[in-house]
């Protein structure tokens, strides 16, 4: 697996919708790789973020949360 497959396959490796062969090429490309790792571990940041951003919609993100994030999610519920 290349890191561009990587990148591809992330949201389904996230999800755990990879087959079981896809699954052990991404683990195994992962330990070879470090800037993928780093990417995966920003990937899960940001979903988490993300949530945790939406959660309740009536109160203040929390302090850990990026202002660009909050203002991003906030154009993109005006749209």
Same mark, same amino acid.
């Given at each position: ?38 990417? #995966? @571990?920003?990937? $899960? %940041? ?27 999610? #906030? @154009?993109?519920? $005006? %749209?």
């Amino acid at each position: 697996m290349t890191c561009r497959e990587v990148v591809d396959f992330l949201g389904r490796y996230c999800d755990g919708e990879l087959t079981r062969f896809e699954r052990a090429s991404f683990r195994v490309h992962l330990a070879m790789c470090g800037n993928c790792r780093r990417y #995966l @571990a920003t990937y $899960r %940041k940001t979903i988490r973020l993300s949530k945790a951003a939406l959660g309740d919609l009536d109160q203040p993100a929390p302090a850990d949360v990026p202002e660009e994030l909050v203002q991003a999610i #906030l @154009a993109a519920r $005006r %749209k």
